[in-house]
């Protein structure tokens, strides 16, 4: 398996970095509001319910223009659950990987596993696996349905708890670069216990690479086939029902950005090439204008840049938009948003901080939620 690039490495470095700062100003934990309720929309602050995924995009009525649609709205998914390929997942054990940092890593037991990153796809991958009856705890941005209720192991956000992991007693560590300390990772593995470290890139063209890694070390590498090869299908197809939809001139086609802002921890960054928002944002049929102008990764947002940008619309995440008091609040905090025609037409789509960059078995989904949030916004019986 190939390492990161150094630009990856800084971009994702950069993200958790940005979380992380977020998380200790704002304390992203495990909120009720996203554990996944009676009406499945987990972290949306949606005013209405989601529409229901048995209705085609190409069958919701469309939006003119969605280039100068005006008011915003909340993309969110209608199940949070996660379909594992088999309901009989029999590992295969010993198994050995060398995992992404070149590690050795032999596990001999996944009757206890903890899978752990700031994106919550590694949890969702070993469900889809077959495996989440034996998974024993929770990062906080693993909120998906059957997951939400288990022990959480993080603290002040995306910080795992040495002590909360222990008690756990894991037989199994599946993680990435993404959430730390770093030292309890090393703490774990001088433990003794199996810690397998996978990418922490993610994007829509490595989810066949997370899930093999992830299937490898578990011992139920065939089941990692199937769930790549069902993953892969119902991002293809997703993306054909997407691009069905989208103004064939790509003049007309929305001009995407994607900002990331915590507002208490005076946190503003915006998402560039190389950071997983930018293959989002064409696959919804977008233009990436931060692509546009040049900007690499995920670095601070300057009111030059956003202004240069003129993006017709802004993609957030849910509590991001939270934390500055709404679309009111972000227009008054950053008065460069205005002079965009986002701004001007308060075309912001936001999404569960826990779903919207959670490559992986919902990818589909997540493509699906916010595409009907950019070209059906009317319909998607979460317009606010």
Known sequence: MTSLTPLRRRAHAGLALALGVAAAAVTLGACSSHAGGAGGAAGASAEGPCLSSDVSLSDLPLAPDPKTHQGESTACLSDTGVIPVTTDAAPVLPATVTDNQGTVVTVADTSRILALDIYGSLAATVFGLGLGDSVVGRDSSTSFAGASDLPLVTQNGHELNAEA????????????????????????????????????????????????????????????????????????????????????????RPRILFLYVRGNAGVYYIFGEESGADALIRALGGIDVAGEIGWQGMRPMTAEALVKAQPDILLMMTKGLESVG??????????????????????????????????????????????????????????R
């Open 165 to 252: 992991i222990l008690e756990l007693d894991p037989s199994v560590i599946v993680t990435d670069s993404s959430i730390g300390p770093w030292d309890v990772v090393l703490q774990m593995r001088e433990a003794g216990i199996p810690v397998v470290v996978t990418t922490p890139e993610r994007n829509l063209d490595n989810v066949g690479e997370l899930v093999g890694m992830v299937a490898s070390a578990l011992g139920v590498p065939s089941a990692g086939a199937e769930l790549t090869a069902r993953v892969t299908a119902e991002i293809q197809d997703e993306v054909a029902a997407i691009a069905a939809v989208t103004p064939s001139d790509l003049a007309d």
């Open 326 to 383: 709404g679309v009111d609040g972000l227009l008054e905090r950053i008065p460069a948003v205005a002079e965009t025609p986002a701004g001007a037409n308060r075309r912001i789509v936001d999404m569960s901080d826990y779903e919207i960059l959670s490559f992986g078995p919902r990818s589909a989904a997540v493509l699906d939620a916010l595409a009907r949030a950019i070209y059906a916004p009317d319909a998607s019986g979460a317009a």
